[in-house]
T-cell receptor
């Protein structure tokens, strides 16, 4: 099963670009990479998903190198409201079914 | 938007009580999941279901059971609540595999 490793915490300032890198050395051929965001006392919220190269939506960009052993979530011009925990997940197949395994996540603190 | 509704936001129960946590989704999703979240331990999968009347154990099923009599409803049951089951419980649903999970807002359960 592919395990993910990401920094425990990061600090940034308003207006800066934030890049959070996740390692997943044992990713399987058919696994997608998905990122979630979680605010205190709320459930995680889907941000972005990708398989290879680059994916961009209105919230973030996801960069995945050719070997897919890592990925980088990029948040452009963060604001205070981006302070949250960010989870990197890789699809887990167990007994023919897929399920998500959450790691500890990266706690991002954005300062004024 | 998909909505996942958890019946209670906060719940206080006594040790030994039988506790029911209800979760309802409104988008005809096949897959539903129960996680618990504890400080320092992240989200841990308790049980999941890929079809009506079908259930699979997650990583920490001990002390819990589930029921899925209808597609839209997935219930988590604590047969005899204990203080170590004090936690935030999160329900999620998805249309298939491990893509695009939608989480509920969570139920913070305290067992006294």
């Amino acid at each position: 099963l592919a395990k993910t490793t990401q920094p425990i915490s990061m600090d940034s300032y308003e207006g800066q670009e934030v890049n959070i890198t996740c390692s997943h050395n044992n990713i399987a051929t058919n696994d997608y990479i998905t990122w979630y965001q979680q605010f205190p006392s709320q459930g995680p919220r889907f941000i972005i998903q990708g398989y290879k190269t680059k994916v961009t939506n209105e919230v973030a960009s996801l960069f995945i190198p050719a070997d897919r052993k890592s990925s980088t979530l990029s948040l452009p011009r963060v604001s205070l409201s981006d302070t949250a925990v960010y989870y990197c997940l890789v699809g887990q197949t167990v007994g023919g079914y897929n399920k998500l395994i959450f790691g500890a996540g990266t706690r991002l603190a954005v300062h004024p | 938007d998909v909505k996942v509704t958890q019946s209670s936001r906060y719940l206080v129960k006594r040790t030994g009580e039988k506790v029911f946590l209800e979760c309802v989704q409104d988008m005809d999703h096949e897959n539903m999941f129960w996680y618990r979240q504890d400080p320092g331990l992240g989200l841990r999968l308790i049980y999941f279901s890929y079809d009506v009347k079908m259930k699979e154990k997650g990583d920490i099923p001990e002390g819990y059971s589930v029921s899925r009599e209808k597609k839209e409803r997935f219930s988590l049951i604590l047969e005899s609540a204990s203080t170590n089951q004090t936690s935030m419980y999160l329900c999620a649903s998805s249309p298939g595999g491990d893509y695009g999970y939608t989480f509920g807002s969570g139920t913070r359960l305290t067992v006294v």
